[in-house]
């Protein structure tokens, strides 16, 4: 095991309110099409700021991503966030990451929805100096400034599904089947448990 501290980590960060499949899609495309050695899913923490009946628990959350990724070695749940300061920064995880495992080479993944609100981030130039972004296709959104930046590898193949944790959200409350949105641990636990009925 003595390699795992130099893997390329790709982190993932999101609610995964809860995670599904098309999370797992573009994660497993990422760490078999890419130079990723591994990706974590950070599980962003309930903001003690703001209240959203909706947000499942953090304790939860992390129990849902670790039932989805336990059978693929390259996939890992982490609940690094719930411990730092509130609200979370992603320049601020990452730092703590740095310090924390030192022989990793950490990038992150993202929607590109998201590059083109980059420049709102805390320290976003941080960000970009330090760390290769790996972004996925959202479809209607224009190119941004940030597109053409070297740190930035917009990866064009990942398959292109359009579920979202909200719309996973609104069908159990309306009472129909999610099974095959979710990986089928997290759809038990979630049926188990009667999360987002109401």
Known sequence: MATLSSK??????????????????????????TDLDEIWFVISPHSPFKKKASLLADHHRYALVNYAVEDNSKLWASNIEFGL??????????????????????????????????????????????????VYPRPGINQSKFHDHPSIKIITDVPK??????????????????????????????????????
């Not at 993932?12 to 995670?19: C, L």
């Not at 601020?92 to 993202?110: D, G, N, Q, V």
């Not at 990986?183 to 009667?194: A, C, G, Q």
């Open 85 to 134: 300061t509130q609200p979370s920064y992603t320049s601020h995880t990452l730092s703590f990451l740095e310090e924390k495992y030192p022989m990793k080479e950490f990038a992150l993944i993202m929607g590109e929805d998201n590059i083109v609100h980059l420049d709102k981030w805390k320290n976003h130039q941080f960000v970009l100096d330090n760390y290769s972004i790996y």
């Open 161 to 198: 599904l359009e579920i979202s944790s909200s719309f996973i959200r609104r069908n159990i409350r309306e009472g129909k089947d999610v099974r095959y949105l979710l990986p089928e641990r997290v759809y038990r636990y979630v049926k188990e448990m009667h999360f987002y009925t109401h």
């Open 8 to 33: 390329k980590t790709g982190l993932f960060f999101g609610s995964f309110n809860p995670i599904h499949v098309g999370h797992l899609i573009i994660a497993n495309h990422l760490v078999e099409h």
